[in-house]
């Protein structure tokens, strides 16, 4: 068990996660990460993917600056102070994943054999403080690293689709929350964000059948976020080949003045993006709030 000392030094870590692969765990950590940065926030994004696709998305795994994993790792292992690649973007610092994340998985497997450790938690409990928000993306397929992040995280976004599959995946994070909660009891569900939709409102048509479904399926567990990503995959595509945020690609094409669909679409999926940070930051700020005055009213 973490002290509360602790706790309180990860009160602001939030981990994206979803059993199912496909949903948008890291174009969804990574554009909100931009995002936050952008508005202002400290923001550290941590990569707990082996396919370190953070570094693709930002351009600086093609710029030679990841270091595959090895900090983390390090830091876990053998007690090294965790040094993120610093000011990947103005405010945000990253830690990179890689072929080193997947030597970490190894190591945390061998560690849990008697129960699960909560290594990544005190380890970024001394980086956190430094930061307004800590955010982890998470691997599908790994879980021994979604257990870690679930013993690192005080809250959950959970993107999703909504196909049958998608809906599976949540099912089975449940699950498995429902476990670590055990260890980890302030672990809170920020919220359900509807990913890789064709709708174009929120309260109507595809996006809000969307939502009454998950609404049905998550029950009072998770709000489902109004904001929502929308289906756009050549900007998505051209953002990671460029390693460009979604939001700096749109920029890009509006100062060339270029008025194709691509850049239309490349604007809305910005705004997406954008709509969700704001979203996220007020529910944190609510969330907190409400703790505040729970603490306050004498039982």
């Not at 570094?55 to 900090?71: I, N, P, Q, T, Y």
């Not at 672990?187 to 964000?193: R, T």
Request: hydrophobic share 40%; proline share 4%; charged share 25%.
């Amino acid at each position: 068990m973490l002290t509360a000392e602790t706790r309180s030094a990860l009160r602001r870590v939030i981990s994206i996660m979803n059993q199912k692969g496909g949903v948008g765990k890291t174009s969804t950590a990574t554009n909100m990460a931009g995002s936050m940065a952008a508005n202002g926030f400290k923001v550290c994004l941590v990569d707990l993917d082996s396919q370190g696709s953070i570094g693709a998305d930002l351009g600086f795994k093609a710029a030679g600056l990841s270091d595959e994993g090895a900090g983390l790792f390090k830091a876990v292992a053998f007690d090294e102070e965790l040094k993120p690649v610093k000011n990947i973007r103005p405010n945000l610092d990253v830690i990179p994943a890689g072929d080193h994340t997947a030597h970490l998985a190894d190591f945390f497997h061998n560690k849990n054999r008697d129960g699960v450790d909560p290594l990544l938690a005190k380890t970024l409990a001394q980086l956190a403080p430094r930061y307004d928000v800590v955010i982890l993306d998470t691997p599908p397929n790994s879980p021994v690293l979604m257990d870690q992040a679930l013993l690192t995280a005080k809250w959950l976004l959970i993107p999703t689709r909504t196909d049958s599959e998608s809906i599976e995946g949540l099912t089975r994070l449940a699950s498995r929350i429902g476990r670590i909660t055990e260890q980890n009891s302030t672990l809170s569900v920020l919220g359900a964000l509807i990913f890789g939709t064709s709708g174009r409102s929120s309260t109507s048509g595809i996006v809000g059948s969307s939502r009454k479904e998950l609404e049905n399926v998550l029950g009072e567990a998770a709000p489902v976020f109004n904001s929502f990503i929308r289906y756009a995959e050549a900007p998505a595509q051209a953002s990671r080949n460029r390693g460009q945020l979604v939001a700096e690609l749109a920029q890009a094409r509006i100062e060339k003045n270029d008025s194709s669909e691509l850049t239309n679409s490349v604007i809305g999926l910005a705004d997406d993006y954008k709509h969700l940070a704001e979203e996220v930051v007020v529910a944190l700020a609510r969330a907190e709030e409400e703790a505040a005055r729970t603490e306050r009213t004498p039982s």
